[in-house]
């Protein structure tokens, strides 16, 4: 049994060359409008409304790339804030109120880190946030 299509049936093929700074513009532009290629070729050719979509953002690689380094450095912060208080803690050293606020900063820092990365969140959106 033949497969059917919902498209309509062409046969007839378009053939043109294109510098590859001509190819490059064209594709370039079906993939802003977010169609194929030839499916730009026939909205151009039946004079459809073709509206490319552009984001603009102030997000780029270099401040994703600086948050990124930020939140490294929380957790290595983290990291030698549990070292100290498991030292506290091991030794039974008498230092109390040195267990406390240890303890309190590595509550605030984990604190921070959520903040910024909701902040961020909000800014940029959970997407790009998430790879972070």
């Known amino acids: ?76 912060i983290g990291g030698n804030l549990n070292q100290i208080a498991r030292y506290l803690n091991e030794f039974d050293v008498p230092y109390n109120d040195l267990e406390k606020e240890v303890q309190d900063a590595a509550v605030d820092l984990a604190m921070l880190k959520y903040e910024v990365l909701e902040k961020v969140a909000a800014a940029i959106g959970d997407v790009q946030t998430h790879k972070l």
Do not use: W
Not at 7 to 13: E, Y
Not at 30 to 36: D, E, F, N, P
């Open 1 to 76: 049994m033949p497969k059917t299509y919902k498209t309509p049936h062409r046969s007839m093929t378009v053939k043109t060359r294109l510098s590859k700074e001509e190819y490059a513009s064209f594709e370039e532009v079906a993939t802003l409008c977010g169609v194929s290629e030839a499916a730009y070729i026939r909205k151009a050719i039946t004079g459809a409304l073709l509206k490319p979509t552009i984001v603009i953002t102030s997000v780029n690689d270099e401040l994703l790339k600086k948050l990124d380094d930020l939140i490294a450095q929380y957790g290595k």
